[in-house]
């Protein structure tokens, strides 16, 4: 009930065209029914007149009918189109919410999904769910109204017949039901197999490069027929139970029939029964067959639909570990002071990555964090913006725990160029803008200038408009690196963390875009995760963190005044580069 509750609530931005949509169908079954009763008046009562009163007749009761048909058209068209029209809105709104609530949820989530996955639940899924929103209560109430007023006018005409009539359409409901639950599950495990098909997908083309260049097509084929026989398994399964579905329905339509032929013909030879009556009762047997061949397709649809919006509500039922309090506040004008106390952090309450950390970074200063991969570091990085929450302690900016922080507000002042740059499918325009939807263009430019991105743009065809392709594909690396900076300087925040920015770069733009960071860095606190430790020489401070914790910190010349761990790690890059 609940689901259906919730399914419910998507109608009411839209209950005038749901109500008109039910008036509709309303005066669809009317009419629909209404022509076996005209057949029947003239049979009875006008057939058998003058041929003058019959000619009348006729003109007045086919007039009376073609004006209905004339409504008849008006409903059929209203349902047709704005039926549809709604069901598309609803799967809209639907659309919205689900996308509007991942964008909600925290790293965590997406660390634990396949994008491939939730494709599915946003697209094929939700389509499936316009069509229960649009058919399902249409069909069900025409249906109803049909083998209400159906059944009533059988019964006037032959109880008896009608009688046996309803014992058989109740094994009909019987069997419906057997097999709808069988359906349910059936339907639910191919909405699993298609995402599961639709993950690898995702994965063999954004990997495609990958692919091709060890030469493992075949691999990815073999990966892909896999899932797309299970999804086929469960396809045939389906059909299967859907074709004992639908021929025990027809079936049992074909014992209407015959039940109606054998008594009538019975009824009719003891003079118990015209055979006009019969010719009525057929007429009125297709009417309520014909509900019944809608509720037989309306359960096959309706399972589709609920499995569909039962995946939905598993998303929007999936409550975000990450929000803002009740009394949380703006950070305004922030010094850009960071303190961690006492902080301990760890995937999935795990192994511990973080323990026990305490750092005090001023404002205004820059921090290098270096050491071994699987130290932290990243991790020590994505806590401060609040990607993830501490399992211990504290993280403050100018004392504020950031727990009592806007998240908004909070990741506004806090700005973050990575190694891995994401670039979206549009123009290196609108990628850069991404850090000041706002921004003019001459503050565009500007931003590109400061992040040595200018010269190279107006070196392309198109320059500003050039289109980047998917993730960026038609630039190198250095140059959506140098996009990276210009979106973060565009966004100007008073907290700057540089995540390896330069460590897969060649020495030349390792050179210009190390200028910018220089740059950008001025007068901001920044953190610098770093591979390259000669980049970090003129930090303010280093922290050597390992598995252990915070191994030593200090400047560059008395980490290695210390020859410790830092010297260690700068003497085996050293040696490197002489090689």
């Not at 249409?138 to 109803?144: K, M, R, T, V």
């Not at 490069?209 to 075949?218: L, Q």
């Not at 995760?529 to 914790?549: P, W």
């Amino acid at each position: 009930m609940k689901i259906l509750q919730k399914f419910i609530s998507y109608y009411k931005p839209y209950k005038g065209m749901f109500y008109m949509d039910m008036f509709c169908a309303f005066m669809l079954s009317l009419i629909d029914l209404a022509f076996p009763v005209m057949v029947s008046f003239m049979v009875n009562n006008i057939y058998t007149r003058s041929q003058s009163e019959i000619l009348k007749y006729v003109i007045l009761i086919g007039t009376g009918l073609f004006l209905m048909y004339i409504v008849r058209y008006f409903c059929q068209y209203y349902i047709t189109s704005w039926g549809h029209i709604m069901g598309a809105r609803m799967e809209a709104d639907m659309r919205s919410d689900i996308f509007s609530h991942l964008q909600r949820l925290s790293f965590s989530y997406y660390d634990n999904t396949n994008t491939g996955k939730l494709m599915s639940r946003i697209v094929t899924d939700l389509f499936d769910i316009s069509e229960l929103a649009h058919h399902g209560p249409e069909d069900l109430f025409i249906s109803l109204l049909k083998i209400i007023g159906s059944f009533v006018i059988l019964m006037s005409i032959d109880a008896r017949i009608t009688t046996i009539l309803f014992l058989i359409t109740l094994f009909m409901i019987y069997s419906s039901y057997f097999y709808n639950k069988k359906m349910k599950s059936v339907f639910k495990n191919n909405r699993e197999k298609i995402a599961s098909v639709n993950a690898q997908i995702q994965d063999s083309l954004s990997g495609i490069r990958v692919v091709k260049s060890f030469s493992n097509e075949h691999i990815e084929n073999k990966k892909f027929e896999k899932g797309n026989d299970a999804f086929l398994k469960t396809k045939e399964n389906s059909y299967a139970i859907m074709g004992k579905f639908f021929s025990m329905n027809g079936f049992f339509q074909g014992i209407l029939y015959l039940s109606v032929v054998i008594l009538g013909g019975i009824f009719i030879s003891n003079g118990n029964f015209q055979a006009k009556d019969l010719m009525v009762y057929i007429l009125y047997i297709n009417i309520f067959l014909n509900p019944i061949d809608k509720l037989v397709n309306f359960t096959e649809q309706y399972q589709r639909g609920i499995t569909g919006f039962e995946r939905f509500l598993e998303v929007i039922n999936t409550h975000p570990d990450i929000v803002d309090k009740k009394d949380a506040i703006d950070l305004k004008a922030p010094k850009g002071e960071i303190t961690l106390e006492n902080v301990s952090f760890s995937y999935d309450n795990k192994n511990s990555v973080l323990e026990n950390i305490s750092i005090n970074i001023k404002a205004g200063k820059t921090v290098a964090i270096v050491g071994p991969s699987g130290s932290g570091k990243t991790t020590f990085c994505s806590i401060i913006p609040r990607f993830y929450e501490v399992d211990k302690g504290s993280v403050k900016i100018d004392g504020i725990d950031i727990r009592d922080i806007k998240i908004k507000s909070l990741r506004s002042n806090i700005g973050i160029v990575q190694q891995d740059v994401y670039m979206f499918a549009g123009t290196i325009k609108e990628n850069i803008a991404y850090g000041n939807p706002k921004a003019t263009d001459e503050q565009i430019i500007e931003a590109a200038k400061m992040a040595n991105a200018h010269e190279f743009i107006m070196g392309l065809e198109e320059g500003y408009d050039t289109y980047v392709g998917e993730r960026g594909v038609k630039l190198s690396g250095g140059q959506k690196q140098r996009i990276s900076i210009a979106r973060v300087f565009l966004k100007n925040p008073q907290i700057l963390i540089l995540d390896e920015a330069t460590s897969a770069l060649d020495n030349e733009s390792e050179r210009l875009i190390q200028r910018s960071l220089e740059l950008l860095s001025k007068n901001r606190t920044t953190i610098v995760i770093a591979h390259r430790l000669s980049t970090i020489r003129n930090a303010d401070e280093i922290i050597v963190l390992t598995d252990e914790g915070i191994k030593e910190r200090g400047n560059h010349d008395e980490l290695i005044n210390s020859k410790g761990e830092y010297m260690r790690l700068y003497n085996m890059q050293f040696e490197q580069a002489l090689v």
